[in-house]
């Protein structure tokens, strides 16, 4: 009778010890959760818009500062480049000046945008043309070639050279669609860069392009339009017409290293000051709102 007795014993013992192992399991879980939770590491590349290219690399920057295990790579090679290569999954980060419903070829239902600027763009002139303000009708005409020589405009009696950017540029796709209006440009020598293009028009009389506000120095001339000057506040409400969002595009949902840098983007240290001393436009000043299809409505 005692040994009836001593087995449920045993087996009543021998249950609550799989109840308190199964509870130190699940304790020490939880603690190895937490303690992984470190420093955030990883690595992010980013790839498009030249006009985008050098606000991201000053926020890379200042953001690896503070996270030293994460290691970000910011190249240009144009809108077009961007969005294909964070499609086929590339890189990590798509830098576009278009949303990427205006670009063939490119599934955009695949992709998550992240709004991180506005950028202005204007059109500029090598200062020796003497031209200040054009109508948009003259800008048109120049980019067509209806006009070829700045006396014509009430500038210099010199040959206007135009220089415009590479097709899979969303600088020109912006431009084109705000001044062009759906009309074929004029053959033209083609550049990649905000940059090579700033300093071609610097050095070459009578050349014309245009460039995001954050590459216009005072060694070119920006032209006002219907005297409308190009700056911020005429941005923020429409009154200047050419200017795009400032996208970075992911493949899907954001994560890790990644969704953290983009939080950072949108950031006040990077909103309200950064975004401002590079010549950019912060996505919270805006008034008025567009989508995909060139849509401006208020906000």
Known sequence: MKKKTIIPLLLGFAALMLVLTGCGNSKSSSTS?????????????????????????????????????????????????????????????????????????????????????????????????????????????IFTGKVTNWKDLGGKDEKITVVNRAKGSGTRATFEAAVLKGEDAVKSQEQD??????????????????????????????????????????????????WSYEHMYTNGKANGATAKFLDYMNSKDVQDSLVKDMGYISIHNMKVQKDSKGTVSSK
Do not use: C, R
Request: charged share 20%.
């Open 33 to 141: 959760s937490k303690s992984s939770s470190g420093e955030t590491s990883g690595k992010i590349t980013a790839v498009g818009s030249t006009a985008l290219q050098p606000l991201v690399e000053k926020a890379a920057s200042n953001f690896q500062k503070d996270n030293s295990k994460v290691n970000i790579t910011v190249q240009g090679g144009g809108s077009g480049t961007g969005l294909s290569q964070v499609q086929d999954k590339s890189v990590t980060i798509g830098n576009s000046d278009i949303f990427a419903e205006e670009k063939q070829g490119i599934d955009s239902k695949k992709l998550v945008d992240h709004k991180v600027a506005v950028v202005g763009m204007a059109p500029v002139v090598n200062k020796d043309a003497n031209v200040k303000n054009l109508t948009m009708a003259q800008v048109k005409d």
């Open 193 to 242: 860069s905000n940059g090579t293009v700033q300093k071609i028009v610097e050095s070459t009389p009578g050349a014309v392009s245009y460039l995001a506000f954050s590459y216009i120095t005072d060694k070119v001339q920006a032209i006002s339009i219907d005297n409308i000057k190009p700056t911020d506040e005429n941005v923020e409400s429409n009154k200047w017409k050419i």
